[in-house]
């Protein structure tokens, strides 16, 4: 209770010091108005004074009363900083007497190991507990709470959170969180009960929580979360609806944790329904005259089963549509009218465009690293002009594939007050865009193989790239400096400068001894001709010197007395690729395809240099994926000269015919000298698996594959040209987005081979293959 009077009173401020201030003022504590003379403030040792006057509602000279002091109370303990408040009246003064809180001196955590400790400090600073704050006992009891709250989402259900606060001098505490981890609660036993239509394992395979097994210690999908488990009925009942089960239901769900809290069990009892097929499919509404155009948008097929998916994709594919005419919000009802007797539904979709709107301005959130106009730069859709879906949708896959970000979602927002304007936000969640790649090989003739690359793809948030690459192994070495620039004017011409040095040596088993190294550099232009399609231009300077010791191949014999140990060549280039790919690193749907040509008119080297590449990746399902890819390579010499042999097409290896050793295919001539061809076949099918209990994750998957290809000499007849001279392999994989890059391991066969091949049955890589 609050009491005033013109003695020494004092008022003790608590929330019902507040309460009772304003019931009883009053009553015999009441003080009645006065004019005040001086006001004083007591008690402080950090707050600067200022910052009490500025709270209280009087000044000198003006009139006291009991309401004045409720409300500097409140006022006060509104700022956080104090622990206790009193006024105190001597005569015609106020006395505000300050009890200041302690200050946080520190805030540290005994036995944190599920969550990143900076983290979890920048969280807990950003709700008020943090070095330098005033420390407050019920912010840090919620703090406490919510810590347990969020080791719950994680399955440690025994886990305990003690707070400790240590008296220090000057008035600092320190804040200790200690915590008893435990062990998290794996699910023992998931049971689906009632289903009579699809077996247990069946639906089992949908759920992404899983029993423990031999993959969950990395997956870790055998933590129970009821928000994941929500997700999992979800998928259940999707599976069930897409199969015609249209009233399919989950009736209950239980979960029982044992006495230890160490095993949980989860039971699932459905109801399944009977079978639904479409009777017919009816549009009502406004279609802008384009109703022949909607009717080829419909998936939904009469008398097929009932299938909520192509209903999903039917009325995304009418709003994406109606989004192309400027309707951003428009309304697509898909109304289902059930015949239980004869077990048919008949969909009427309606559909509603609603009205036009133009895009008032576009936003982009997320990117502390990223500048904006890298992200920018990509959007097909411009500020001022009418909403168009398409260009929108087109603008998102654009700012997926640069490959800087984790996600990108885009948001359409009604602009208050402006029926026809909207903003477009583009929120962004950024990746690691650095890496660090290695890969290794291992066989007996050229023992280890290694290489490696630092890559930085968004220099300083630029969108520009820069790479060091650097090899070595037994039959060579390499160091690559490239820096990329993707839009180099204001008309996206991209520009990349690359600088090399490299030397390599013969594959043979006859001990010959000698070495090309190559020296120089190229500047490509890269011209966007259409959405997906650009069109490369470049010139470079190479010079090539041939060193021998003994036991040179007879072709780089000729060519070395032709034209000398040193060569010089100019090569010009010309291509063109096409790329559709729904994203760079881990697709699963689009193409690419690609045509190079590089031709040295001037120079000692004077040649023609083709390569074309081709691969496409088919979604099987919702789970499986298809890669296929093809590349030919055909060189041939200009001006009635040799084919440099520095410009030889090698094959085997990781990114070419697997479990054939890197380089290792092609031509062998009667020295036993590997020295590769002009003319190159690679083809691989690849089928990626998602790997048990890795749910949905497509930066994780397994593979099989098979290889075919070989290299040949035209210009020789040390092997004939022809299928039979291909080589084959087939084996099983695993891909993995890695932190320190795209990491492939790939154990095989070869199916088709020679006895001089060279088998490398195992081998891994970090960094791209294709």
């Known amino acids: ?34 004019k005040l003379r001086d006001i004083r403030i007591e008690g402080l040792q950090r707050t600067d004074p200022g910052t009490v006057f500025a709270s209280l509602p009087f000044r000198i000279g003006d009139t006291y009363t009991d309401e004045k002091g409720v409300a500097a109370l409140r006022a006060l303990f509104a700022t956080g900083l104090y622990k206790d408040v009193r006024i105190q009246i001597d005569g015609d003064a106020v006395v505000v007497v300050i009890e200041e809180r302690p200050i946080i001196a520190d805030v540290s955590f005994i036995g944190l190991k599920e969550f990143d400790r900076d983290a979890l400090t920048k969280s807990l600073k950003d709700v008020g507990i943090g070095e330098g704050r005033p420390f407050d006992r019920a912010l840090a ?11 719950l989402t994680k399955s440690y259900y025994g886990a305990e959170v003690t707070t400790t606060i240590t008296p220090l001098e000057r008035n600092r505490v320190n804040v200790t969180f200690a915590v008893v981890e435990g062990e998290p609660a794996k699910i023992a036993d998931i049971r689906i009960l009632g289903n009579k239509v699809f077996s247990e394992s069946t639906l089992m395979g949908l759920f992404d929580q899983t029993k423990s097994g ?5 997956t870790k999908t055998d933590r129970y979360s009821r928000t994941k488990l929500n997700g999992d009925l979800e998928l259940l009942s999707s599976y069930y609806r897409n199969r015609g089960y249209l009233e399919f239901n989950v009736e209950s769900t239980q979960v029982t944790i044992s006495p230890d809290k160490q095993h949980i069990s989860v039971a699932v009892t459905v109801n399944e329904g009977q079978p639904y097929t479409v009777a017919a499919v009816k549009l009502e509404g406004d279609y802008l005259g384009q109703l022949e155009n909607f009717k080829s948008l419909v998936a939904i097929k009469p008398g097929e089963p ?17 989004g192309a005419f400027g309707y951003a919000f428009p309304r697509v009802e898909a109304r289902q009218d059930i015949d239980r007797a004869t077990g048919q539904v008949t969909v009427t979709l309606v559909s509603s465009p609603e009205r036009r709107a133009y895009v008032r301005r576009i936003s982009v ?33 654009r700012v997926d594939r640069l490959g800087f970000f984790e996600s990108v979602e885009v948001d359409t927002v009604e602009v208050p007050g402006a029926p026809d304007q909207v903003d477009v936000v583009l929120t962004v969640k950024e990746r690691s865009t650095g890496a660090v790649t290695f890969g290794m090989g291992y ?15 968004n220099f300083l948030g630029s969108g520009r790239g820069v790479e060091l690459e650097l090899n070595t192994s037994k039959i060579g070495r390499a160091v690559v400096v490239g820096l990329t620039d993707p839009y180099s004017n204001e008309d996206g011409v991209s520009r990349r400068l690359d600088l090399f040095y490299r030397t390599s040596r013969p594959l043979s088993n006859l001990g010959e001894v000698y070495e ?19 069109v490369f231009f470049g010139a470079g300077y190479e010079r090539t010197k041939i060193t021998e010791t003994q ?12 034209f000398g140990r040193s060569s010089v060549s100019i090569p010009l280039t010309i291509g063109w690729a096409n790329d559709n790919r729904d994203n760079l690193l881990s697709p699963i749907s689009g193409s690419m395809k690609r045509v190079n040509l590089e031709f040295s008119p001037g120079g000692d080297a004077r040649y023609g240099r083709l390569n074309i590449q081709a691969q496409k990746f088919f979604p099987i399902g919702s789970k499986f994926t298809l890669m296929l890819n093809g590349e030919v390579g055909a060189g041939k010499a200009l001006g009635g000269r040799l084919y440099p042999v520095f410009k030889t097409f090698y094959a085997g290896g990781l990114g070419s015919v697997r479990t054939f050793e890197g380089g290792s295919l092609g031509p062998v001539d009667n020295t036993g000298a590997r020295s590769g061809g002009n003319l190159k076949v690679n083809l691989n099918a690849e089928l990626y698996i998602p790997v048990p209990g890795a749910g949905k994750d497509r930066t994780f998957r397994l593979f099989t594959f098979v290889d075919v290809g070989n290299v040949w000499n035209t210009e020789s007849n040390y092997e004939k040209v022809g299928i039979s001279s291909l080589r084959a392999s087939a084996g099983i994989g695993l891909s993995w987005m890695s932190p320190v890059g795209p990491l492939r391991l790939s154990w095989g066969k070869p199916i088709r081979y020679q006895p001089h091949d060279r088998i490398e049955r195992f081998q891994f890589q970090i960094g791209n293959s294709f």
């Open 306 to 322: 009932f299938n909520g998916e192509t209903v999903t994709q039917t009325t995304r594919a009418f709003s994406d549509y109606f």
């Open 516 to 534: 090309f190294a190559s020296e120089g550099g190229k500047l490509t232009w890269g011209v966007p001709v259409a959405e997906f399609d650009t």
């Open 141 to 151: 009891d919620r703090a406490e709470q919510e810590l347990k709250r969020q080791y």
């Open 443 to 457: 066989s007996s003739q050229t023992k280890m193989t290694l290489t490696g690359s630092i890559r930085q793809d």
């Open 365 to 397: 959130a997320g990117n502390n690293k990223t500048r904006d106009e890298v992200i920018r730069r990509e959007f097909r859709q411009f500020e001022g002009a009418w909403y168009d879906g398409q260009r929108i949708k087109a603008s998102k896959e």
């Open 214 to 218: 031999w993959l969950t210690w990395y």
């Open 551 to 562: 036991g040179v191949p007879n072709n780089i014999f000729k060519y070395a007395q032709a």
């Open 1 to 34: 209770m609050a009491a005033f009077e013109r003695t020494r009173t004092r008022i003790h401020s608590s929330l019902l010091t507040l309460v009772l201030a304003g019931a009883f003022s009053t009553s015999v504590w009441a003080v009645e108005p006065f």
